[in-house]
């Protein structure tokens, strides 16, 4: 997937059009269609970074992991679990692997952390 891919599935997942995206960014309307045939600046594939919360290595195809590392809530990957595979686990294998956290936990009397 291209960084131009990448900001097309963000801005609609964002309910928002690329235009829009630009402009919010105070970019040209047409700078991420550019992209397609260019790279971007390092300072604006940042920004677009940030105004999705999201990484520049995912925006440039590096890792298919969108979370930022060390991101409270980070959906958990399967390359963060040693597994061959892309992408993120689905949100029901999370809910799976933190009810049997939970029951580990409990069984071995694991001290709760201080909030």
Known sequence: ??????????????????????E???FSPNLFYRWKKSDPKGK??????????TT???LLGRTDNPAIPNQKNAP????GLG?????VIP???NDMYRAI?????????????DK
Do not use: C, W
């Not at 997937?1 to 630009?22: C, H, N, P, W, Y």
């Not at 604006?44 to 919360?53: E, G, I, Q, R, S």
């Not at 956290?101 to 952390?113: C, F, G, R, V």
């Open 1 to 22: 997937m291209t960084v131009f891919e990448r900001i097309k599935k963000l801005s609609d997942k964002k309910g928002k059009s690329l235009q829009t995206v630009a």
């Open 24 to 26: 919010e960014n105070d």
């Open 44 to 53: 604006d594939l940042a920004k677009v970074a940030d105004y999705f919360k």
């Open 91 to 93: 949100e029901d294998v």
């Open 83 to 87: 597994l061959p595979y892309k992408g």
């Open 56 to 58: 520049t290595d995912y």
């Open 101 to 113: 956290a939970q029951q580990y936990a409990e069984k071995h009397n694991l001290p709760k952390k």
């Open 76 to 79: 958990t990957t399967f390359e």
